[in-house]
């Protein structure tokens, strides 16, 4: 019985944790679209190459190399 409750209590933290995520990544998602609208005029060509390096960036920075990448 306790075993099924921990997997139950387990399981429930994980959804909960995965909603925020979601719900944080949107917000921030639309936020960067109202700022391009109002930086670029809604062309998104600019915003989407900055967020390729950006996010290059992060994955290198932890461990200086690109090993993040080759398990994609």
């Known amino acids: 019985m306790?075993?099924?409750k921990n997997?139950?209590?387990s399981l429930g933290?994980?959804?909960s944790i995965v909603a925020g995520i979601v719900l944080i990544w949107r917000g921030?998602?639309?936020t960067l679209d109202k700022i391009d609208l109002a930086l670029f005029g809604g062309s998104h060509a600019w915003t989407a190459i900055g967020?390729?390096?950006l996010g290059l960036?992060?994955?290198y920075?932890?461990?200086g190399d690109w090993h993040e990448i080759e398990k994609l």
């Open 2 to 4: 306790t075993k099924n």
């Open 51 to 53: 967020g390729i390096i």
């Open 28 to 30: 921030i998602w639309y």
């Open 57 to 59: 960036i992060i994955l």
């Open 61 to 63: 920075i932890p461990d």
């Open 13 to 15: 933290k994980n959804v």
């Open 7 to 9: 997997i139950i209590v």
